[in-house]
């Protein structure tokens, strides 16, 4: 007779712990008893007495409040904080039960439990509509394909848990295409285009937040079918050009589109400009399965927008679209199972935090949170020390440590120093921590440490104009702390003309400029300098005037604004 494997073996004990009365605290003794205990209480209705026993059976195991974390018992304090963290959410957004085979399901091992905590944004998922979604998900799908399309159910209520935003915003209203989210056709017809072997990358090898990025597709399903039948795959950077661009659009200033309802199809029969191209092809990609996202970012000429997509399990093509001689440093997409804005450069730290390899850190993370709330900072120390060994770039890991130590401000500074070293590959959290570190030093009244700290910035955010132009207002604004706004005003017109040569990206330093400048009263300095600098701007930007005439119109605006500061300020002097 063959034996049972022992993942079977396993799931009759659950199945068999779970048709019995809830599992009281006592008997919280191995993994296994915690996540029956768990689904019962997901299942029945007594979250407040499931949670009062999790915390028992987790404190219980901690002992002593002063001693160190107890590693041996790590996985088994590590499930027992995720039954917390997800008790706790359940109670606070008012979950209703869930079905027992939905629990059974979901919580059938530390490794799928894990998969959900590790992917669950809380508070900012909806947990009722997560839990919904799967269950109708559950229901719709066979049972012997259930395991297998596990990530791709839970990708799916990921990110539709809430409405889906527009594919962009440069859509006019009667141009949108109505759509309803039609999750069992939309899940099946991901799942079948991966059973079909027809997905480049096949569903085994794709993470759940790379498949939250193939299932935002907030547009009809009838747009994904029209896209695999008349788009081939793997060559994206083929199909963002195959869309016509439109130059008159953009010399009219009509970034609108307002020409048909928003097809793939009308846009292929009409063309577009960088919007409509890269909106086209993203959704072709997903459409194939492929994890892509839309990066829109300013370079020197103007507005942009381009992809990204993966191109195996290990590696993404991120500038499809991308035209590198106008210095679009920095695009700007969206998270799809947050709706939280991220940058292209910190995509692939995102990614890797998010990763099955990352699952230990995430839960080591999670843990740590529930000591740290508990005041159990010894444990917690401990835990947050081993996910940096396990992964020294783990960035939750880093924010945790910032809240233990927020009322130290000596422990905080050292912090800060620490981060910015461990992070010389990701200059946005460089900069993160480095605007944290002077926030503190002028705070404590250290204004030259804070300015010193900004005049000597670290190589990778140097070759970053955005970083370097974000980080170069932070000296002007210590200065006004200072009360001393005349050498502010010259530090930020120094570094204007430093950095002339960013042309349109100096927009925003320019509007700052002259809100301080007038509420400093010094509007004739203000005039009498934009005047010279919005003249060799208008020079060095030329090319781009003559084929985006708006531009002009903006910059004529800055001197207006500052004529009229002038002006005022004149009157309101002579008032006085």
């Known amino acids: 007779m063959k034996r049972p494997h022992a993942m079977q073996c396993a799931v009759v004990v659950f199945c068999t712990i779970l048709s019995c009365s809830v599992v009281t605290a006592a008997a919280l003794s191995s993994p296994m008893d915690v996540l029956s205990h768990r689904a019962n209480a997901l299942a029945g209705s007594d979250l407040d007495l499931a949670y009062r026993e999790t915390e028992e059976a987790f404190n219980k195991l901690l002992g002593n409040a002063a001693a160190p974390l107890p590693v041996p018992r790590l996985a088994m304090l590590t499930v027992l904080a995720d039954s917390l963290i997800l008790l706790e959410a359940a109670q606070q957004q008012h979950v209703t039960p869930i079905s027992k ?15 959900l905590m590790d992917n ?26 259930r395991n297998a399309n596990f990530p791709l159910m839970l990708a799916m ?54 498949l939250c990025m193939v299932v935002d597709t907030p547009v009809p399903v009838s747009e994904l079918q029209w896209a695999k039948a008349n788009i081939k795959p793997n ?35 009409h063309g577009g400009i960088c919007t409509d191209q890269a909106a086209f092809t993203v959704i072709a990609a997903k459409a194939w399965g492929v994890p892509a996202i839309l990066f829109a970012g300013v370079g020197s ?25 106008a210095a679009f440093t920095t695009g700007v997409g969206i998270w799809p199972s947050t709706g939280e804005e991220i940058n292209d450069h910190l995509l692939p730290l995102y990614l890797a935090q998010s990763s099955t390899e990352a699952s230990s850190a995430n839960g080591l993370c999670r843990l740590a949170e529930c000591l740290l709330r508990r005041q159990r900072t010894k444990a ?54 480095l605007r944290h570190q002077v926030s503190l030093l002028n705070a404590l009244g250290r204004m030259d440490e804070a300015l010193a700290c900004l005049s000597h910035l670290p190589t990778e955010i140097r070759r970053r ?52 400048t007038r509420e400093h009263h010094m509007t004739t300095e203000a005039l009498t300098f934009l005047k010279t600098f919005i003249g060799n701007l208008t020079v060095a ?36």
């Not at 935003?165 to 099946?188: E, G, T």
């Not at 950095?499 to 002259?514: E, H, V």
């Open 235 to 269: 060559r994206w950077e083929e199909c963002y050009k195959s869309i016509r661009y439109r130059d008159e659009r953009v010399q009219n200033g009509q970034y609108l589109w307002d020409e048909a309802p928003y097809t793939l199809e009308a846009i292929r029969n």
């Open 101 to 115: 085979d939905l629990a059974l399901w979901l919580f059938r091992s530390p490794e799928t439990s894990a998969a």
């Open 120 to 145: 669950l944004s809380l508070p900012q998922d909806n947990l009722p509509q997560v839990f919904a979604i799967l269950q109708t998900l559950f229901d719709a799908e066979l049972p012997a394909k």
């Open 465 to 516: 104009d955005d970083l370097r132009r974000d980080l170069g207002v932070a000296p002007v604004i210590a200065l006004m702390a200072q009360k001393n706004p005349e050498t502010a005003r010259l530090k930020l017109q120094q570094f204007l003309r430093q950095n002339r040569d960013d042309g349109i990206k100096l927009f925003p330093l320019i509007d700052f400029y002259l809100d301080l």
């Open 157 to 210: 209520a990921l990110v539709w848990d809430a409405p889906r935003p527009s594919l962009h915003r440069q859509i006019a209203p009667a141009s949108q295409l109505p759509y309803q989210p039609d999750l069992v056709n939309r899940y099946h017809f991901f799942a079948e285009g991966f059973a079909s072997g027809d997905a480049p990358i096949p569903l085994p090898r794709l993470t759940i937040s790379g």
């Open 380 to 433: 917690t120390d401990d835990a947050l020390k081993i996910v940096r060994t396990q992964r020294s770039t783990h960035l939750p890991a880093w924010k945790l440590l910032e809240e233990r130590h927020k009322d130290n401000p000596k422990k905080l500074l050292a912090l800060y120093e620490e981060a910015i070293k461990a992070f010389a590959s990701y200059p946005d959290v460089q900069a993160h921590f």
């Open 301 to 325: 000429r103007g507005a942009h927008a381009w992809l990204a997509w993966q191109k195996n399990p290990r590696s993404w093509v991120m500038d499809t679209g991308r035209y590198r001689r």
């Open 541 to 576: 930007l030329r090319k781009d005037l003559e084929r985006e005439p708006s531009l002009n119109a903006k910059l004529q605006g800055f001197l207006e604004k500052a004529q009229t500061n002038h002006q005022t300020a004149s009157a309101e002097r002579k008032a006085h």
